[in-house]
């Protein structure tokens, strides 16, 4: 447990936690009785006096002020000096050079509830003093609770009630001398633990289309939590509509730049101070407006801009801003904080913090996706939070909003002694959220963020027989699932050879669809894994994990060591279950941007590995093969996996390419053999492709083979990726929609049962079997009983031919 050995400046957060030695930590009891944790009178600071302070005292491990000086061990600070009986606060010089004030910080302490912090203080010198008391943790630095004294010559006392301490974490109050020398006395800190933790709620995890169960994080001391639920049912009559505001009737003041507040004439609903603070509210500039002749100008921290509440549940929102310059401080840049209001929760969130460089130069409308706002956001508020040296003109706010149907509590604080909760017997065309709450005796927690339930994640798409089936096409079709906006079809050719076949094409991509990028100055996306599919830049659902592409090319940009995630470039999910133990054969180009490496003492010449995985699990290999690639470039090679073990599941799994360095490479070409034996089979992908649809009509099939489809179901909530589990597998007998009736002339039956031909004919007549490819694979004379593998035949018999399938 650290504490910061730099104090914390006013409206600064902390980058990192310095390392430190552990200081005592003051833990309340349990109960909500008031407690006193803090009550210090600094009387071991005996030297000096309060008109001539004594020398800065010695400090342990850096900032630790001896636990000789205080009641309770703990205490921290730098320009801390004793003043006969109480602390002076001098300014002192920081490693760096650079003069800051002097600073005193309680001991780690619990703060999970209500503190009420008192003190006296006083300037050294008649010419006064600033002093800055801040609640602190290490995490988020100063809090909410702050206090600003404006210090004389006489002792004066002060107070700060402190409610919005850390949950999770330890606090401690700071103070700070921000102008001339503090004198610090009688620091006294009550407490009452009237505050629980909120908990962190999970993902629903979805059991069927029609239940689900509602999980959360546990809270340390919690007796048990109150779930609640809402429904969301699809609405009969949509209302949409969009709300534009342009503050044009806003009335000013001769000056042209404040607003009139004795009549403002802010339109109704909104909640408009843009006066309290700074100079100047409006401008009348056509170049500081969208729409003439007014804008609204953020020139001070505390600046508020709140929106009436909507008709409906808000879908959409933008508004023009145009900042003052196009440059800022760095460290301390002004900033916007952008606000939704939670209709359900009674909670505003914070969606953006927004600065100069989120706007064009000239003025523009920033936009928010729809993605933003869940079912219950009713208001939108913009304040200003941060003042460096940009400040803002704000027009015209477009609030859209859309009829989301009729939300209710379906359960209402049911109270739950699990962190878990199964909701059974829900309607999978409504909507649903859950939060919960934990409570203590009778304190309970402010709500949790609400949680989507998907209907997606863990649960498969239904799948429908193919309809209107001809040689070359079919139309297939699914159930809806859950709240899926998005469904990918992949299309399969089935090989179910009826003699054993070597080296059949199971996949095979060029990536050439892919137009944009270099290898110098790759096409990058955060998402990962990333499927180059779904962009129609791959014929079927190729991904990489911290992905890169150039032109032709898919690629990633190596190892992520900070999240520890290799770098992969890896094929759809396949099914290999065929296998025959003799290899797997990957024929592939790459480009690699190293030779060779430096591992240890040696140096490695660079390679890629062509990695077997299950679909599941891409940490875990079950087989691999190696092409060294010791150039920076193309290389072009074969790579054997034959080290499969004996009985591994390949029954759904992807190959992925990865390379020695942990560095960027790039895939140029993949080919992915291997050998079917006879009364096996393999589905060799085809194409994946994306609709909204609930069905999708595959054209232009190869009327010779037979095909099988899978669907997968997604959609995107609040920035997320809901994706469900493949749907099985299902068969598509193209080939024999074109197959002829059994004939039956001149006395000749032809007819199939499982793993046999039958045919019925007068002793001398000769049949003979063909595949479609015109391979003779059995003969017989008269009525017999010819033993082949299933699959489609030509029969001749006689006069007679006819076309069969065999199962």
Request: hydrophobic share 40%; net charge negative.
């Amino acid at each position: 447990m650290s504490q910061a050995a730099v104090p914390f400046e006013k409206g600064k957060k902390p980058l990192l936690r310095h390392p430190a030695a552990v200081p005592s930590l003051i833990v309340p009891a349990r109960a909500a009785e008031m407690q006193t944790l803090v009550d210090e009178d600094f009387s071991k600071f005996s030297d000096g006096s309060e008109t001539e302070p004594g020398t800065e005292i010695t400090y342990e491990n850096i900032y630790h002020v001896p636990a000789s000086y205080t009641s309770e061990s703990g205490w921290t600070g730098q320009g801390v000096r004793p003043a006969g009986g109480c602390v002076s606060l001098f300014p002192w010089t920081d490693s760096y050079g650079d003069d800051r004030g002097g600073y005193i910080s309680t001991p780690l302490m619990m703060l999970d509830g209500t503190a009420t912090l008192t003190f006296r203080a006083k300037a050294l010198t008649t010419e006064g003093a600033a002093l800055w008391v801040a609640l602190c943790d290490d995490d988020y630095g100063p809090g909410d609770d702050q206090l600003d004294a404006e210090l004389s010559g006489q002792w004066e006392e002060f107070s700060l009630i402190a409610a919005s301490g850390s949950l999770e974490m330890p606090s401690y109050i700071q103070f700070m001398a921000e102008e001339g020398v503090v004198l610090l006395d009688d620091v006294k800190i009550e407490f009452r633990r009237d505050r629980i933790a909120t908990p962190y709620p999970l993902k629903a995890l979805n059991v069927s289309p029609t239940e689900f169960v509602a999980r959360w994080e546990e809270v340390e001391g919690a007796d048990g939590y109150l779930l609640n639920v809402i429904c969301t049912t699809m609405p009969e009559n949509i209302v949409s509509d969009e709300m534009v505001e342009s503050f044009d009737g806003i009335n000013v003041k001769e000056d042209g730049k404040t607003i009139d507040t004795s009549a403002p004439g802010y339109p109704e609903g909104w909640h408009i101070d843009v006066s309290t603070n700074g100079s100047q509210d409006v401008s009348l500039s056509d170049d500081n407006s969208n729409s003439a002749p007014l804008s609204l100008v953020f020139d001070a921290v505390g600046d508020v801009i709140e929106s009436p509440v909507m008709p409906e549940p808000i879908d959409g929102l933008s508004f023009w801003c145009k900042p003052t310059a196009y440059s800022d401080n760095y460290e301390y840049m002004s900033l916007i904080r952008v606000e939704i209001y939670h209709s359900l929760t009674d909670a505003w969130e914070n969606v953006a913090h927004l600065c100069y460089y989120n706007f064009m130069p000239q003025g523009g409308f920033y936009t928010f996706p729809s993605q933003v706002f869940s079912n219950d956001v009713t208001r939108v508020r913009f304040s200003y939070i941060q003042k460096g040296e940009v400040d803002f003109f704000i027009d015209d706010v477009k609030i859209h909003y859309t009829t989301r149907g009729v939300t209710a509590p379906m359960i209402s604080d049911l109270v739950v002694n699990d962190t878990q909760y199964a909701v059974k017997d829900i309607n999978p065309r409504n909507e649903y959220t859950y939060y919960v709450k934990a409570f203590r005796d009778d304190i309970v927690s402010s709500a949790s963020y609400s949680v989507w339930v998907d209907g997606l994640v863990g649960l498969r798409p239904q799948l429908c027989d193919a309809a209107d089936v001809t040689p070359e096409s079919f139309v297939a079709s699914w159930g809806q699932l859950g709240h899926a906006t998005d469904y990918t079809v992949n299309l399969f050719r089935l090989v179910q050879p009826s003699t054993d076949l070597e080296n059949v094409t199971v996949l095979e991509e060029t990536f050439d669809n892919i137009t944009e990028g270099t290898v110098d100055n790759p096409g990058i996306d955060w998402v990962s894994p990333f499927d180059f599919g779904a962009k129609g830049w791959t014929s079927t659902s190729w991904s990489a994990t911290q992905p890169a592409w150039a032109s032709g090319m898919a690629g990633t940009r190596g190892t992520n060591y900070w999240m520890g995630t290799a770098g992969l470039v890896y094929t759809p999910v396949l099914d290999l279950s065929c296998y025959d133990g003799k290899g797997i054969i990957v024929d592939a180009t790459f480009v690699t941007t190293v030779k060779d490496f430096e591992y240890g003492d040696t140096t490695e010449p660079e390679g890629v590995f062509a990695i077997i995985m299950n679909s599941d699990d891409l940490n875990t290999p079950i087989a691999s093969g190696l092409l060294d690639t010791p150039v920076v470039g193309s290389t072009s090679g074969r790579i054997i996996i034959n080290n499969v073990p004996e009985n591994a599941d390949l029954s759904s799994v992807v190959i992925a390419f990865m390379n020695k360095s942990g560095l960027s490479f790039f895939v140029d070409y993949a080919k992915i053999s291997m050998n079917v034996p006879a009364g096996k089979t393999l589905l060799t992908p085809l194409s994946a492709v994306s609709t909204d649809d609930t069905s999708y009509k595959f054209e232009n099939l190869d009327p010779q083979c037979d095909h099988a489809f899978s669907v997968t179901a997604s959609a995107n909530y609040n920035y997320e990726s809901y994706v469900s589990d493949p749907s099985e597998v299902k068969i598509v007998m193209t080939s024999l929609s074109s197959v002829s009736e059994i004939a039956d002339n001149d006395g000749v039956e032809i007819a199939t049962a499982a793993g046999a031909i039958l045919v019925s004919a007068a002793d001398g007549v000769v049949s003979e079997v063909f595949t479609p490819s015109g391979l003779l694979v059995a003969r017989g004379k008269g009525s017999c009983n010819m033993q082949v593998a299933s699959g489609i035949y030509i029969v001749r018999a006689g006069s007679v031919t006819a076309k069969v399938a065999v199962k």
